[in-house]
C-alpha cells in the first residue's frame, strides 16, 4: 500500500544531521533553539536518524506535505510506537490519544459530545468562579509566579468540571498527589526519565521513576474509587464530565469500560491542566511585556456591558487574538506524530514503515512566509488574515486533532477576561522568556513574576 504522489520518487532520504548523543540530549534540554538551526540548515523536510531517544522521525514544516499528513487514509499510521512513548507512561495505553482504527474512532465518538455544544456554555460559570476565588487570594504589593496560579486555576477548572469536586477531602487528596506527581517532571533534566526507557527503572522509594509510577498508582487508585462509587451509586451522577462518560453508550449500547474511562481521566487531568496553565502563563507575559497590547486588551473588554454573556467575551476580537497568537509564539507540544505502518510518498521522497512523520508545530507557526516577523508576538495578524489548518496547528489536526479544543479556547479566554477585569498586575521579568520542557510540554521559564499593582472594585 503506497500514497500517489505526482513528482519522482527519490530513493535518497531527505537531507538531516547525523545521529548524535549531543543532539538528542540538546532536543531534550533546548528543544526549540535546536529545530530553529536544523530550519536554517536542512529547510521545511529534514530526517532525523534513529537514537537512543527518538525514533527514525521526518520534521516537516511545509503546509502540503502537512496536508498529505493530515488527510492520508489513517490506516497508514500507527499510535502505538515510539513516537508515543514519552507520553505513554502519563496517560495510559487506554487513552485516545494513543489508540488506533476503529478504537479510536469510537471513542473520540463516544466522548465528542463532553466537549461541544451547550454543554461548554454551562461550564463557563465554573471557570469564572474558579478563576475569582482563586485571585481572591492576592493582596496588593504581593509577588506572585503566574504560572502558578494559572495552574491552580486549571486545576480547579479541570476538577470541578469532570468530577464535580469543589473542595473537600476527596478534592484535596486528588490535587496534592496530581501536583506531586507533575513535579517529578518539572525540568528539562527530569524530563529524560519520560524519552529514556533505561531510566525508568525502580531503583528504591527515593528514586524519581519509582516515585512517579507510585504517585501515578495513588491517582488511579483515587479515580477507580470515584469510578466504583459512582457506578454504584446512580444518585451521585450529577452534569460533571465522568457522569456523561459513565452514562454514554456506543452503537451497540455497550458503555466505557472502567479502565478506557480512568486513562481519559488521566489524559483530561494532564492535557486539560498542564498545557492550559502554560499557554496562559504565556498569554499573561505578553500582556504585561507588550503595553500596547495589554492596553488594546483592557480597552476591548472595559467596552462590555457590565452583564454581558459569557459568549460574546469568548468571540471578542482582539482577546481571541491574544490567545492565538500566543498558541502560535509559544506551543505547548513541538510535534505532531505519525509513524507509518506502510510505505508513504511524501515531497518526492518514499518513507519505509517504521519512519515518523512528525508536522512540526513549532517550525511551521515560525514560517516567514506565512507569518512576518514571525519572533514577535503580533496577535493583529489574526485579525487581517485566516489560516489554514496547515499553516496553524496548536492543536494538531486531521482525524486526531484535539478533543478539547473548544474546552481550551473558551477556559483561556474566559480566565484572561475575569484576570484582566478584576486585577492589575505589573510584570516583573522584563526580559525575553525562553520556553522551558516540563515533562512533553513547554513553559515559559521561570513561570513569569508578576507584582499585584492593583485589585479593582
Not at 201 to 206: E, V
Not at 233 to 246: A, E, F, H, Q, V
Not at 266 to 271: P, S, V, W, Y
Not at 297 to 319: F, G, M, R
Request: hydrophobic share 35%; charged share 25%; net charge positive.
Amino acid at each position: 500500500m503506497t500514497t500517489s504522489n505526482s513528482s519522482p520518487t527519490k530513493t535518497k532520504l531527505p537531507n538531516g544531521p547525523k545521529f548524535s548523543l549531543i543532539n538528542d540530549i540538546q532536543a531534550t534540554l533546548d528543544l526549540f533553539s535546536l529545530l530553529d538551526k536544523r530550519y536554517r540548515q536542512y529547510g521545511s523536510i529534514f530526517y532525523v536518524a534513529k537514537s537512543a531517544l527518538f525514533p527514525p522521525t521526518v520534521v516537516l514544516s511545509d503546509p502540503q506535505a502537512i496536508k498529505k499528513v493530515f488527510t492520508a487514509d489513517p490506516k497508514f499510521f500507527k499510535l502505538r510506537n515510539p513516537a508515543s512513548a514519552p507520553i505513554s507512561p502519563i496517560v495510559g495505553e487506554n487513552s485516545l490519544i494513543l489508540l488506533d482504527g476503529a478504537e479510536h474512532q469510537r471513542q473520540r465518538k463516544l466522548l465528542m459530545p463532553t466537549f461541544h455544544g451547550e454543554r461548554m456554555k454551562s461550564y463557563g460559570q465554573t471557570m469564572i468562579e474558579a478563576t475569582k476565588e482563586v485571585i481572591d487570594q492576592w493582596q496588593v504589593g504581593q509577588t506572585i509566579c503566574i504560572r502558578d496560579y494559572t495552574q491552580e486555576i486549571s486545576l480547579q477548572i479541570i476538577m470541578r468540571t469532570i468530577f464535580g469536586l469543589k473542595g473537600g477531602q476527596k478534592y484535596d487528596r486528588l490535587r496534592k498527589v496530581l501536583l506531586d506527581w507533575l513535579e517529578v517532571l518539572n525540568s528539562p533534566l527530569k524530563s529524560f526519565l519520560l524519552f529514556l526507557p533505561i531510566l525508568q527503572k525502580d531503583l528504591g522509594a527515593l528514586s524519581p521513576w519509582s516515585k512517579f509510577i507510585k504517585q501515578r498508582q495513588i491517582i488511579h487508585e483515587i479515580l477507580d474509587e470515584e469510578i466504583d462509587s459512582r457506578k454504584n451509586n446512580r444518585d451521585l451522577l450529577g452534569s460533571d464530565i465522568l457522569s456523561l462518560m459513565l452514562s454514554i453508550r456506543d452503537e451497540e449500547d455497550q458503555p466505557m469500560g472502567d479502565v478506557e474511562i480512568r486513562d481519559e481521566l488521566m489524559t483530561m487531568l494532564f492535557a486539560g491542566h498542564e498545557t492550559t496553565a502554560n499557554t496562559l502563563a504565556w498569554s499573561f507575559y505578553w500582556l504585561h511585556y507588550l503595553p500596547q497590547t495589554g492596553q488594546k486588551c483592557q480597552a476591548e473588554l472595559n467596552s462590555l456591558d457590565e452583564n454581558v454573556d459569557l459568549t460574546t467575551i469568548t468571540k471578542l476580537p482582539y482577546l481571541s487574538a491574544v490567545v492565538s497568537e500566543t498558541l502560535r509564539l509559544n506551543p505547548v507540544l513541538a510535534f505532531v506524530s505519525r509513524t507509518l505502518k506502510y510505505p508513504f510518498e511524501l515531497s518526492g521522497y518514499t518513507f519505509e514503515p517504521g519512519v515518523s512523520l512528525s508536522p512540526c508545530i513549532y517550525l511551521t507557526h515560525q514560517r516567514e512566509d506565512i507569518y512576518p516577523q514571525p519572533k514577535k508576538f503580533k496577535p493583529e495578524r489574526f485579525l487581517d488574515q485566516q489560516f489554514s489548518p496547515y499553516e496553524y496547528l496548536p492543536f494538531g489536526g486531521g482525524n486526531r486533532r484535539c478533543l478539547g479544543e473548544a474546552f481550551s479556547l473558551y477556559e483561556m479566554k474566559l480566565v484572561l477576561a475575569t484576570v484582566l477585569s478584576q486585577v492589575e498586575l505589573k510584570l516583573l521579568d522584563k526580559k525575553p522568556l525562553k520556553a522551558l520542557r516540563r515533562g512533553i510540554t513547554f513553559t515559559p521559564d521561570g513561570g513569569v513574576k508578576m507584582k499585584v499593582k492593583t485589585i479593582k472594585s
